[in-house]
């Protein structure tokens, strides 16, 4: 389903889906029961509990800091076929044109087990112990799939169709990958 403005099918620079299928499940139950999973499925998503972090939020200080961090990560710890993307990936990523980051990547591995969940992880981190901030107020299209998921596993235990929490500790803070 759409998540925040971006329609299944939509691709990046590289022609690869934002959004991916993960998993498919066949769900039973009465087609009531169905139906109002259906429905309580499409209102599932952790906004207006936190903001989605989108490319308006990547205005925002701590966003933009974080940033900052992650395409450090990047310099530091990435190889490349061509010495001088490393920077251009990172000032690519610090202007927020994170869509020719990602062409520049293709041609990039990553060193000594490095990683973009490491290096946004540390970067996070970082931001929170220099500044006090954490990023507790956003989420990312991940964030909603595990809310989204956690919905459907309940129904399959109960049987019961139930409203997301937003509130719930899923939505705080973005999720950068997702495996269910």
């Given amino acids: 389903m759409e998540n925040h403005g971006t329609k299944p099918g939509t691709v990046d620079a590289h022609g690869e889906a934002f959004l991916k ?22 209102e599932c998503e952790c906004a207006p509990g936190t903001d989605f972090i989108s490319v308006d939020a990547m205005k925002s200080t701590v966003v933009q800091d974080i940033i900052v961090q992650a395409a450090n990560y990047a310099t530091d710890h990435l190889d490349c076929i061509n010495p001088t993307d490393v920077s251009d990936i990172a000032h690519s990523m610090q202007t927020g ?20 969940d490491d ?5 996070v981190m970082r931001i929170a112990k220099d500044t006090g901030q954490t990023l507790n107020n956003y989420h ?7 809310l989204q998921a956690n919905l459907i596993a309940k129904f399959q235990q109960t049987g019961v169709v139930s409203a997301c929490d937003r509130a719930s ?7 950068w990958f997702y495996s269910p």
């Fill in 97 to 116: 044109q994170i869509d020719e980051a990602l062409v520049l990547l293709a041609g990039c591995t990553w060193k000594d087990g490095a990683s973009w």
């Fill in 21 to 42: 299928k993960m998993k498919e499940l066949t769900i039973t139950g009465t087609k009531k029961d169905l139906l109002a999973l259906v429905n309580a499925y499409h």
């Fill in 119 to 123: 290096g946004l992880n540390q970067a």
């Fill in 140 to 146: 990312v299209c991940n964030n909603d799939a595990a």
């Fill in 169 to 175: 500790e899923t939505c705080k803070g973005p999720k």
